[in-house]
């Protein structure tokens, strides 16, 4: 294992993780449920060091990386706050030291997404750039001046922002374009309309083609706020490319080219970035948790 790292991206429902050759190409993803957290995140750190155990063939890898959701401070290797994984202020970075013997650097999951995006996906050469998953939940990733920008922990929480509709959101507030655009807001929107359970926002991308119009309605509500929250990024930190991630990332005809379109409509002196598919898919949280560890043995 000399020289080569163990990323594990850890998921508010999966754990993904894999090694990190020395040519920086991540191989084969090994995927696990995530446990139930609590408090102090201990059956998450077991499962954390089972896994990194498992990939390292008993043996000692030069670094690991660890990326996982919520408030977290990069620097003192700590989860502040994750509200779908149920901890607070979990030491990561010194705890999973402490069990695996070698060095670990632990980062957030979005802003190691968009670091890998950056350095070899569909960001690749912009100097300001915004990565942009949209899955179970929404945030950005800010590549300001060539560099990810984490804002001590909290930069890029666009999904928790008011775009301007009633809905409750998990994180106690109303309005946030989370709570109407994220891929589990439109599978659970589509449902409660229809009494018709689907079982992802792929389901209702479906539907939208052919034509369903409780579908469609929900589909127009999600770019609207979508592209609410992109006007206020493309304003403030003026992004010449945005890599959208998640299932919405994957349909251009559905996504992409509306989307860019709504934008267009709310800016009016402001630049328009070019709006892509990112292309680390899924994986990208495990490349940047594997840039991340390998920085520490660099």
Not at 20 to 44: E, I, M, N, Y
Not at 46 to 73: K, M, Q, T, Y
Not at 208 to 213: F, K, L
Request: net charge neutral; charged share 20%.
């Amino acid at each position: 294992m000399a020289g080569r790292v163990v990323a594990v991206d850890v998921g508010g429902t999966s754990i993904k993780a894999g090694v990190l050759g020395a040519d920086g190409r991540l191989g084969p993803v090994d995927r696990t449920t995530t446990p139930p957290a609590g408090s102090d995140g201990a059956p998450v750190l077991d499962a954390v060091e089972a896994i990194v155990r498992r990939l390292s063939d008993g043996g000692r890898p030069a670094a690991v990386g660890v990326v996982v959701p919520g408030i977290v401070d990069d620097a003192a290797g700590v989860a502040v706050r994750a509200g779908n994984l149920s901890w607070r202020d979990v030491p990561l970075r010194d705890l999973l030291a402490s069990r695996l013997g070698c060095p670990v650097a632990v980062g957030h999951d979005v802003r190691a997404g968009g670091l890998a995006e950056h350095r070899a996906g569909a960001c690749r050469g912009a100097r300001n750039a915004v990565f942009l998953p949209v899955g179970t939940g929404i945030a950005a990733a800010l590549i300001l001046d060539g560099r990810v920008f984490s804002g001590d922990g909290y930069a890029g929480e666009v999904g928790h922002v008011d775009v301007g509709h009633d809905l409750p959101c998990a994180c106690g507030g109303h309005g946030c374009l989370e709570a109407i655009a994220s891929a589990a807001a439109v599978a659970r929107r589509y449902s409660a309309a229809t009494g018709t359970p689907v079982a992802g926002s792929r389901d209702v991308a479906e539907l939208v083609r052919r034509g369903d119009p409780a579908a469609v309605a929900v589909w127009d509500d999600a770019l609207d706020a979508l592209a609410y929250g992109l006007s206020l990024l493309t304003g403030v930190v003026a992004p010449s490319v945005v890599a959208i991630g998640g299932g919405m990332g994957e349909s251009p005809e559905l996504v992409l080219r509306p989307l860019a379109g709504r934008l267009a409509a709310r800016l009016t002196f402001q630049r328009p970035p070019r709006l892509v598919g990112a292309e680390l898919g899924d994986r990208a949280g495990c490349v940047g948790a594997g840039l991340l560890a390998r920085e520490l043995v660099a």
